[in-house]
């Protein structure tokens, strides 16, 4: 890591540290379940990203660190060996040995093979945890109390954060220094050519084990995170969506990049915090989304950055700026008819709109409330307008393409010709 990205980090966590001098108490509680997720993603990233191994099951350990925690919690008050700060060490114990366990079995596998007994082992556990009452308590979970250690007594908000918020930057310094360390470098081998490791004579089953193991171990870590902050844990835990967003925010923030899966699972976290009170199609937005930068920009928000701050080195900032402004006109009207629709169709669509919906076909359909504006459904200018919005969306997207691939053109021609042109010549 040189000096800028560890300024970078630095004023990050100087920023994180003074959070809740500016946050309300909802947002707060956003910020905690933000940072848990983030520690997920990056936890994922060291399997998926790292070893090229893609798992569709990593809520499992997860789960099973966040039931490990509560248990511990209850069985141990908060007190002796393991007081209610270092509650995170038994999730993490948990998810370490049960992801070695699974591990073992599904590194026997590559490929999608490997992806299909990951997402079995989780849907085994899910489906058993209701079923095993004593272990899980049920539909109705576990609860438990924090307790109090260390002349804190974890009742506030505040204090939460500040715990939740020590343990990921621990978590995710150690994930990053367990990158920088012979057996991480290994890792990255599994991605590119394990073939390479097994001919070399490195145990390949044994790497894939041990990255495995360790991505499990602060899963669990998260869910006991998790515990801390709910002080409660169901089988829902286990529930395939966790899974599925953890893929979901490492691939939109970005698995080339160390801190790319924080930085996305922190942002769609709040996503689903600020836009779920507003629509019930947030779900269909994020997946949009998924989509969207699966096909544009598969570095992720990381990878987009990235490209940024080699454009703005390349070229000078009067030649981009163009580019730049009809890629934000594309992201507006594009977003805003994209926006319009759904939210329209979906409104009729709803049950309470059918039910108003008169029963001869003659008569009109009844106008439809959408932005403090009362919109005819059968009327052009209610569907000209979004279809206008998206057409101006996609010609700006189209112009910016265009500029950005001139840009690179002039860019490529610019550079000297390949030093063994002229030696060819002289020989002629």
Known sequence: MNRTSLAYCLAGA?????????????????????????????????????????????????????????????????????????????????????????????????????????????????????????????EAGISTMRMPAWGFDFGSTIQVYYLTLAWVLAGMALLYLYTRTPLGRLTVGLRENSHRLRFLGYNVH??????FAVSAMFSGMAGGLQVLSNESANYVVFDASLSAAAVLNTYIGGVQVFLGPALGAALMTFFGYAVSDLTRSWLLYQGILFVLVMMYMPGGLAGLAATTRRLREQHRLAKLAPACAQALGCVALAGAGLVFTIELLQRLFSQEYRARIPMDSAQAWPAVTLFEHMWLPGAASTWALPLAALGAGA???VLCRRRLARLAGRNTASLPAHPTAGHTQEAA
């Open 14 to 138: 100087a920023l994180l540290a003074v959070l809740p001098l500016l946050l309300t108490q909802g947002l707060l509680n956003a910020a905690i379940q933000m940072l848990i997720a983030a520690l997920f993603a990056s936890a994922y990233n060291l399997l998926c990203g790292q070893a090229g191994m893609l798992s569709f099951g990593h809520a499992a350990y997860f789960g099973v660190g966040a039931f490990a925690t509560v248990h511990a919690m209850n069985a141990l008050d908060g007190a002796g060996l393991l007081p209610t700060p270092l509650m995170p060490l038994a999730g993490a114990l948990a998810g370490l040995l049960f992801g070695a366990v699974a591990g073992w079995f599904a590194t026997q596998r590559t490929g999608t093979y490997f992806a299909m007994i990951t997402l079995a082992i989780a849907e085994l556990v899910h489906s058993l945890a209701p079923h095993l009452k004593g272990v899980f308590g049920g």
């Open 395 to 397: 010609m700006l997207f």
């Open 206 to 211: 044994g790497l894939g084990t041990s990255a």
